[in-house]
């Protein structure tokens, strides 16, 4: 089974610092994707990757950006983290037409 | 721009009714659609999707769904529900290499 691992499962950041979540795919995965999701607003896309060294903005990107060194790490950036930045983070990848996999997600709180 | 809805936010059924979950989408072409589960505090696992053809899709865990092209719609279906299926469902309407966008969820409440 193909596995979708992110680093950590609760994060607690002060205002202003910058922050990185980490994602892992285990397949060789071409497309990966960065997700918040937030009560009653559903899963809301972020970024994604189709490629190594390629990224496009999803729906929310203001105040994050990406990283895509290598196929199978996706890693979510906040510049300068604030309150509002507080969320469950979910990484996915996928083949074509595969449907996505999902990671555990990452609950991200900004104090 | 394509937009996916979820009507009910909550439904509470008894163990062993049957289930169905609404699912109207808005989308330019033929859209692939798909199905998810989130258990608490877990990421998402897909439990079916619709490409083409056959427009009645099995999936996991006897789960179905039925594409109605003339509804807009994309209903998930059980015909008897366990207590285990306590979670919350998304849909989601998308194409590959392009963004896949997600309703807002559906929390399933299975009481004894």
């Known amino acids: 089974d193909v596995k979708v691992t992110q680093s950590s499962r609760y994060l607690v950041k002060r205002t202003g610092e910058k922050v990185f979540l980490e994602c892992v795919q285990d397949?060789?995965?071409?497309?990966m994707f960065w997700y918040r999701q937030d009560p009653g607003l559903g899963l809301r896309l972020i970024y994604f990757?189709?490629?190594?060294?390629?990224?496009e903005k999803g729906d929310i990107p203001e105040g994050y950006s990406v990283s895509r060194e290598k196929k199978e790490r996706f890693s979510l950036i906040l510049e300068s983290a604030s309150t509002n930045q507080t969320s469950m983070y979910l990484c996915a990848s996928s083949l074509y037409r595969a449907g996505y996999t999902f990671g555990s997600g990452t609950r991200l709180t900004v104090v | 721009a394509q937009s996916v809805t979820q009507p009910d936010i909550h439904i509470t059924v008894s163990e062993g009714a049957s289930l169905e979950l609404r699912c109207n989408y808005s989308?330019?072409?033929?859209?692939?659609l798909f199905w998810y589960v989130q258990s608490p505090g877990q990421g998402l696992q897909l439990l079916l999707k619709?490409?083409?053809?056959?427009?009645l899709v099995q999936g996991i865990k006897g789960f179905e769904a039925e594409f109605k092209r003339s509804q807009s719609s994309f209903n998930l279906r059980k015909p008897s529900v366990h207590w285990s299926d306590a979670a919350e469902y998304f849909c989601a309407v998308g194409r590959i290499y392009q963004k896949v966008t997600f309703g807002t969820g559906t929390k399933l409440q299975v009481i004894p």
């Open positions: 990757s189709y490629d190594v060294k390629m990224k």
């Open positions: 619709y490409f083409s053809g056959d427009t």
């Open positions: 989308y330019g072409a033929t859209p692939y």
């Open positions: 397949m060789d995965h071409e497309n």
